[in-house]
């Protein structure tokens, strides 16, 4: 009876709240000629189109209207209709003395000035409704426009008009329109606002958003009879190196500037002592200087010279974090001057002077020679020292200078560092992306990652400034990347450049630099050799030219590559679009079994993403990149965004994705709204092939973007509430998506959005696994009918990651539970609940 009340009353209260959203509803869908018969309103009005002088344009392209064309009112103070792609963000992407003029064909065009330099450059676009915007193109003059465009643009630009809102001085271009499309760009910005407002929600704020809420019951029926194939490999991950994820991080080196090749170009100039000397220093009378003459590599320039008597001294990343009785690999490349060698004295000290371990050799070689030996500590220190002890006066060149853990993940050489990459391995990651992310592209086509500069000795890999402002010496190279791929089981997903770089990227060289220049068409063919190259030192015999190289390195079999992406979060330009087809259609000759990922830009929506996705129509491409970074309240709202998504079309890579919060926390509340966002990529694993979070790794100190999955320094790694979520969902995934009907007790829909569920099977030991997402302030009574499943007598495992949602470090409980006791489940609120239920094989 008092739950029949309680629904009686809520129903009261839920069909008041319906006819407000049937309201609302009813104003953003039904066409303008539906109602515009009830309502006086003009035939035409002013549109005012204009950028802000005070923000440099960065704002984008604004709007007001007016019917006398006097009095104006804004549509919106803050939403851009389109924004400037040309340079970086933050910096640049300006839009400068925008106008509009009439399009040949229908519709209309937008030029506008991307530097406050009157002579240009120009960027150019074109829209048939105002809000819905084409591809940008960028010249460098304005008479580089179609000639019968260049007389519009400067028409326009001389009949921009100066009017005041609020107050504010504002130049742009007026137009006279239809009244219909200053009522379309009305309804475009209040359905905007009713999203952005929607896309705000905090899971912090629900005790005011569900003051009264009692504890909700639901139950789910599966349908066994419509289950579906999904894809196997939905979670991954992906590799970057951003915040000395690489070097100082994944990649086990103890020594920083190993090969004295950083540069002052490395961060641009920003940090004047980044040089060739650091993290290196000299005590003593010796003299300490970087040559360049007759190197042990004409990729690995640079060596340290010494003379006189001293003490070189290498300070590693913040400190070498050594441990007490283990065994550590030092090697170098020496050379002295003939006659009698040179005796070295190599020890491993804390900073005030205690030797954790000292050995002594002599550099008895005129020519580049390479020396080892094994140290081992005799004590653990966080941040002790190399050192190169020195006493005659012989001349003595050093380079590849390396102290490198023999206990690293599975004993590799030149591997990985073992507590970080079990932390990888332990997600149960079905594939690896590597090793972009923006990277891959780099910043100016200058910057370019190129896959075979990072395989081979060390001393012959071509080391790089990193896109994200550091040096990367590329120790942990293609090699590295496919061999830790294989130890865990994972399929490989490398990404190549488009022959295009980074969207983000700056001015490198070229007229009009950044993203829009591209690789010159007459380097292509050399560029797209290279891509093929790739997949041959991947799947290649092993005497084969790149199969050989790969051989070499220790690996005769081959990697069994199947996927390769082309391109990462790009403009979807012309150029862009002419080098990615010139890629794609060489792969699919040469090598048809290998499947592309192509890119879809770096938003959920907007140019980038239409205009990638029609090229991949166009090409058939099987599997497209999406990438987006949101609000959990965005996560919450969209849990339906793939279902809409047709069938037919290429399968989804949802290559990066994060929930963010205002001062990108990694907390239990972003987590859940992930976790439930997973649910309903499980259920779309028919069209979502896989899913990657990023960034996977941050070095403390050295964080450039948060939130990450997984944290550290030189001996701790902490792992966060994502990092729970991705390895729950990871290690149990299924092949086979079992549909659910669900009743709930109370009716609203917002209520009803914030409890998610997925049940797949998993074909390896046949479980059913159950996976429930609270993300409500009160527990959800959850009602599990599972007599249709065939399951075992044997219990189920329980899994449980719950908290409080500022928790940074909350980690999932799990237990045993009978089976018998599995059909009534409380979950707790802010929770998620997998259940693994052994089953009888059919």
Known sequence: MERAIFTLRACSFFLAKAICFFCLFWIFSTPAYAYSSTISEPDSAYLFAYAKDKNAG????????????????????ELAFVKSDYGRWGSEKRMINPVLFPRNGGGWSCAWQLSPENNGPYAYTFTTDFFNWGRQDYYVELNDLDKSMVSLVNNSLLDREIISINGESLRGTKLKVTWSIIKELIKHYDLALLKQKQWSERSVDDDVRFAGLKPLDVKLTPKIGQSKSISDMLVGVFFEDINYAADGGLYAELIQNRDFEYKLSDKQGHDKNWNEKTAWSMDGSGQFHIDSINPIHPNNKHYARLQGAGILRNIGYDGIALHKNERYDLSFFGRGTAGKGRQLKIRISTQDGKILDEKSLVVDSKNWKKYQLVLTANATCKDAVLEFVFTDRQQLDLDLISLFPQNTFK????????????????????????????????DGIDNIYHWSNTVGPLESRVPQRNMWGYHQTVGLGYYEYFQFCEDIGAYAVPVVAAGVPCQNSGAHGHPLGGQQCGIPMEDMDDYIQEVLNLIEWANGDKNSTWGKVRAAAGHPEPFHLKYIGVGNEDLISNVFEERFTMIYNAIREKYPDIQVIGTAGPFFEGTDYVEGWKIADKLSVPIMDEHYYQTPGWFIHNQDFYDKYDRNKAQVYLGEYAAHIEGRASTLEVALAEAAYLTALERNGDIVKMASYAPLLAKDGYTQWRPDLIYFNNTDVNLTPSYYVQQLFGRNNGTEYVPVEASYSNAAVEVQKRVAFSIVKDPKDQSIIIKMVNVLPVAVNMELELAKFNLETEPAVVAQLT???????????????????????????YSLTIIRIPSRAK
Do not use: M
């Not at 704002?59 to 103070?77: H, N, R, V």
């Open 58 to 77: 960065r704002e984008g392209l604004l709007y007001a209207w007016s019917l006398d064309g006097k009095q104006w009112d804004a549509i919106g103070t």
């Open 411 to 442: 004993g590799r050489k030149n591997g990985l560092r073992k507590d970080l990459a079990e932390a990888i391995a332990a997600l149960n990651p079905r594939f690896v992306r590597f090793p972009g992310g923006c990277l891959a592209h780099g």
């Open 803 to 829: 908290g409080e949602l500022k928790s940074t470090t909350a980690k999932p409980e799990q237990k045993s539970v009978p089976v018998e006791k599995l059909k009534n489940q409380q979950l707790p609120p």
